[in-house]
């Protein structure tokens, strides 16, 4: 079993549509959690951090569910520059430092 | 602007030629990672650092050295690249310490090995 994993996707949505994304990970004591974007070939950038008590970043919804291992990310009214990839990133080590990335969910938001 | 930075951008170059990607970061970040990002493979980690002097390897560390001389740089050196070496590079920093530490990546290096 790997040790995050993720929608397979594609996901092809239509503008104003909403569309949740979701990531499992195996180790029950990981300590952090991350949605990052990633554009074509381009860097991952830090979308949200993800809280136990769940948070929102305008159109962005983040929730965590440590008992299922589980994390989600909900995004409402989708518009065409969503379209990227969404990485799941979990550090499994608080002090240190163990970030282990799932393979990404390929979004595409259409007119 | 706290920033990690990567050179070269793009690289060609020929089998068994010795080459150094550079990282830079003005952050004072404890943790530097290499990682390779290959088509359906996602993000595999290549070697980190927790600090200076420290380094360990990663998922995919053959074939590849690193070196945490300051703690501001961390290159990443071929000794002897081949075609299987052909990726996107990226270079990430983050502090360390309890807490969600986050990771900055460097634009990335795009490597084309002949």
């Known amino acids: 079993r790997k040790e995050v994993e993720q929608d397979p996707g594609p996901f092809n949505v239509p503008e104003g549509a909403t569309v949740a994304f979701n990531c499992t990970y195996s180790?029950?004591?990981?300590?952090?959690f991350f949605w990052y974007r990633q554009d074509c070939r381009k860097e991952p950038k830090l979308l949200m951090s993800?809280?136990?008590s769940g948070n929102e970043d305008g159109r962005f919804t983040a929730q965590l569910n440590r008992a299922s291992q589980y994390i989600s990310l909900l995004i409402r009214d989708s518009k065409l520059s969503d379209s990227a990839t969404y990485l799941c990133v979990v550090n499994m080590n608080n002090y240190g430092q163990n970030f282990v990335f799932g393979p990404g969910t390929r979004l595409s938001v259409l007119p | 602007e706290a920033q990690v930075t990567q050179n070269p951008r793009y690289l060609i170059t020929v089998t068994g030629k010795k080459l150094t990607v550079t990282c830079s970061q003005n952050m004072n970040h404890e943790y530097m990672s290499w990682y390779r990002q290959d088509p359906g493979l996602g993000l595999r980690q290549i070697y980190y650092s927790m600090n200076v002097e420290v380094t360990d390897k990663g998922d995919v560390p053959e074939g590849y050295k690193v070196s945490r001389k300051e703690k501001r740089n961390f290159p990443l050196i071929l000794e002897s690249p081949s075609p299987n070496q052909t990726s996107l590079y990226f270079c990430?920093?983050?502090?360390?310490?309890?807490?969600?530490?986050?990771?900055?990546f460097g634009a990335g290096s795009r490597l084309t090995v002949l």
């Open positions: 180790n029950s004591a990981s300590q952090s």
């Open positions: 993800v809280y136990s």
């Open positions: 990430a920093s983050s502090p360390t310490g309890v807490g969600a530490n986050v990771l900055t």
